[in-house]
């Protein structure tokens, strides 16, 4: 029986190694973006809820619960710094904070929103909402003093790198807190008033200048003036129940508008007991 011989042109090549690296990095590849994607389905559920509702503009002589709404007779000025002693009295709170425009890189990770608790001096305990290239989850990290810690996928506390931190205790510190900043802005306006969450509350806005931008974000804004406008409950307390930072174009080159940070924090639960303990870090 003769055995056929081909020809060496007719033989099947056999693929270049080449080839197969190239095939076998992009099923790695797909494995790992298939992980991703894994990630961020498994991390959509169970998340906090980061959204806030719109302020709704309502005319005096309105009626909302049942009580008719007047204006106020008294100057922007004097409503912010009943605001601000309002804020330099408080013990602690409950804030929601989104970053509604402009990107806030913290060491690797985008920060998008957060939900903490504050404590009186220099302590805070939150949920930080973040995205690493495509997965978005969220990190628990709790802040004391000039430290902050981080916890991972099993339950270990970490301490957080000099670039990582936030200083989210810094928005009810006396010095550059958010009284303070009320205290300082310029062309104080009032607004109208407006409703959050179907309660009444006065609208105002200022412009601060950049190093209260600076004192008041850490440093991690502050290269512009801001527009700031704050929502105060109109129980004539004082209470500062929404607080919002938009950076201006400045002077110079005209900024993509999308580039300019926007900033919202919701205020809610002051002076409620609250325990932040410095956990243990591995």
């Known amino acids: 029986m003769k055995t ?7 033989l099947p090549k056999s693929r270049p190694a080449r080839f197969k690296l190239v095939r076998r990095a992009g099923l790695v590849g797909l494995g790992l973006l298939l992980a991703v994607v894994g990630l961020v389905v498994f991390r959509s559920f169970n998340q906090t809820n980061y959204n806030l509702t719109e302020p709704e ?3 005096p002589g309105a009626t909302v619960a049942g009580k008719t709404l007047a204006g106020t007779a008294h100057t922007p000025a004097e409503m912010l710094a009943q605001g601000a002693v309002f804020m330099d009295g408080i013990q602690s709170l409950h804030l929601n904070w989104q970053i509604r425009q402009g990107k806030l890189n913290v060491g690797q990770a985008e920060i998008k929103a957060a939900s903490a608790d504050l404590l009186q001096p220099d302590r805070f305990k939150a949920q930080v909402k973040v995205q690493i290239l495509f997965a978005s989850f969220e990190l628990p990290v709790i802040g004391v003093g000039n430290e902050q810690f981080q916890r991972d996928e099993l339950g270990n506390w970490h301490r957080s790198k000099p670039e990582e931190t936030i200083n989210l205790s810094g928005l009810i510190d006396k010095q550059i807190g958010v009284g ?15 409703t959050i969450d179907g309660l009444p509350v006065y609208h105002l806005q200022g412009v601060a200048g950049a190093a209260s931008v600076a004192g008041l974000t850490a440093n991690r804004l502050g290269q512009r003036e801001a527009t ?19 950076e201006l174009g400045g002077s110079g080159p005209t900024p ?14 002051f002076n409620q007991p609250i325990t932040i303990d410095k956990p243990k870090a591995s």
Do not use: C
């Not at 700031?228 to 938009?246: A, M, N, P």
């Open 4 to 10: 056929e011989v081909k020809p060496p042109d007719q």
């Open 57 to 59: 503009k309502i005319a």
């Open 180 to 194: 303070s900043t009320m205290l300082k802005l310029q062309n104080p306006q009032y607004i109208g008033l407006e």
């Open 228 to 246: 700031i406008e704050v929502w105060l409950d109109q129980s004539h307390t004082g209470q500062v129940d929404q607080f919002s930072i938009k």
């Open 256 to 269: 993509a508008a999308n580039s300019l940070a926007w900033w919202v924090f919701r205020f809610t639960a």
